[in-house]
C-alpha cells in the first residue's frame, strides 16, 4: 500500500487529477492542499507552486513531481530539502500540443498573417505572393522533450528547421547546433526563431540583444518556453526597430503580463496567457502512479530534474 499522495496546486483542477490519479492506482490516498490530514502519512506530491514550507513540513516525503515541465519555481523554493528527488511531468501528449503550438506560430507568421490581420482591420486587400516553406528557415532554441517534438513536426511540412541545446544531439532530419559555439552560426541561419529553453541561470537572458542582432533583419520570433530567457527590454527596441519583425509571446517575465506593458498594444505581438502546452490528467497521471511503484520496487525512476544543472 503506498503513502498517501499530496496534490498542491492552486492552478489545476483536483477534482479531474484525483480521478485520472485513482483510475491509474485506485488504492492511492489523495490529499488536497491545504487538507493534509496526518502529514506523516504522506509519500509523495504533485504540486505546482506550492506555497513555500508546504513541502518541507511534511517528514516522510519521498519524492516530489512537479505539474509541469518547466521546474524552475519549485528549485526556487530554497526550503525543500535537497535529498529528496524531484520529477517533472512530460509526455507525448504534452510534447504534441507543444509542438502543434509552435506549428500554428510559425505558419501563422510565415503566410503573412499578421500582415493580413492588420489589413482586414482596415479593409484593404492586398495580395503577397506566399513563400515555399522550403525557403524559411526555422531554429528551435532547446531541443529536449518539447523542443524536439516541435522541430520534428515542423521539418515534417517541409521547413527547413535546426536546433539549439547545451549538448550536441543528432535528431534525424534536423541540423544541430550546441553551446555558446554553436550560438552564433544557429541565428545566423536563422528566418524563424522558435525559443522553448527551460529557465535557468545559463538561459536567463540568452536571448538578448546581440542574439537577437545575429538574426537576419526582420527575423520572427516565438516563445513558449519561459518569458526569463528573452531580455524583453532587448526584445520590445528589437521590435520597435524592426530588426524582429513579428513575434508570438505565451511567455513573458511578468505573468499575468501587466496591463500598462507595451507588448500588449503592438501589432505585430501576439500575447498569449501562458497557453501553449499542458498536463493533461489522464495521461500524465500514469507516469506519476509509474513513479510511485517505482519508488516501491527500488526501481530508477522516471523524469528526474538534475537540480544542480537546473532542468
Ligand atoms: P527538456 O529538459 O526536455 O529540454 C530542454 C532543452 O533545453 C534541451 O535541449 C537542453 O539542452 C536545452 N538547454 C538547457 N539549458 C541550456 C543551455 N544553457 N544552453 C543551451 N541549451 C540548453 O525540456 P522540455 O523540452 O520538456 O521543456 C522546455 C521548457 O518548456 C520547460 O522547461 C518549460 O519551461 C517550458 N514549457 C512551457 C509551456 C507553455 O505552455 N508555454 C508548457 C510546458 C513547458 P540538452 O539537449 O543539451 O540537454
Known amino acids: 500500500m503506498p503513502g498517501a499522495l499530496l496534490f498542491s496546486s492552486r492552478l489545476d483542477d483536483p477534482v479531474a487529477w484525483s480521478a485520472a490519479l485513482k483510475a491509474a492506482l485506485p488504492e492511492l490516498d489523495v490529499r488536497v492542499s491545504p487538507e493534509l490530514g496526518d502529514p506523516a502519512e504522506i509519500e509523495t506530491a504533485l504540486a505546482w507552486k506550492a506555497p513555500p514550507g508546504e513541502l518541507a513540513s511534511l517528514p516522510n516525503l519521498k519524492l516530489i513531481t512537479n505539474l509541469g515541465a ?3 519555481p519549485i528549485l526556487a523554493d530554497a526550503t525543500i530539502p535537497p535529498h529528496i528527488p524531484v520529477a517533472r ?30 489589413q482586414q482591420r482596415a479593409r484593404h486587400w492586398d495580395y503577397v505572393l506566399p513563400r515555399a516553406s522550403y525557403d ?61 529553453l527551460p529557465l535557468t541561470p545559463e538561459t536567463r537572458h540568452i ?33 520597435e526597430d524592426g530588426q524582429i519583425a513579428e513575434a508570438t509571446l505565451d511567455v513573458f517575465e511578468t505573468e499575468p503580463l501587466p496591463a500598462d506593458h507595451p507588448f500588449w498594444r503592438m501589432e505585430q505581438v501576439l500575447v498569449l496567457p501562458h497557453t501553449a502546452s499542458i498536463a493533461v490528467p489522464e495521461v500524465a497521471a500514469r507516469d506519476v502512479v509509474e513513479n510511485i511503484r517505482r519508488l516501491e520496487t527500488g526501481e530508477p525512476l522516471l523524469n528526474i530534474v538534475d537540480r544542480a544543472r537546473g532542468y
Open 70 to 72: 518547466g521546474v524552475d
Open 89 to 118: 511531468l512530460g509526455d507525448a501528449v504534452m510534447a504534441r500540443m507543444m509542438a502543434q503550438f509552435v506549428t500554428f506560430a510559425v505558419l501563422r507568421h510565415h503566410r503573412g498573417n499578421v500582415r493580413y490581420e492588420r
Open 207 to 239: 536571448v538578448d540583444r546581440d542574439a537577437l542582432y545575429r538574426l537576419p533583419r526582420g527575423a520572427k520570433l516565438v516563445n513558449c518556453g519561459r518569458g526569463g530567457t528573452v531580455d524583453e527590454a532587448a526584445l520590445l527596441a528589437a521590435l
Open 136 to 196: 524559411c528557415p526555422v531554429g528551435v532554441m532547446g531541443i529536449g522533450l518539447l523542443g524536439g517534438a516541435a522541430a520534428r513536426m515542423l521539418a515534417s511540412i517541409g521547413f527547413p528547421v535546426a536546433g539549439w541545446g547545451r549538448s550536441p544531439r543528432r535528431i534525424e532530419g534536423i541540423e544541430t547546433f550546441h553551446g555558446a559555439a554553436g550560438l552564433a552560426p544557429f541565428l545566423a541561419r536563422t528566418e524563424i526563431l522558435v525559443v522553448l
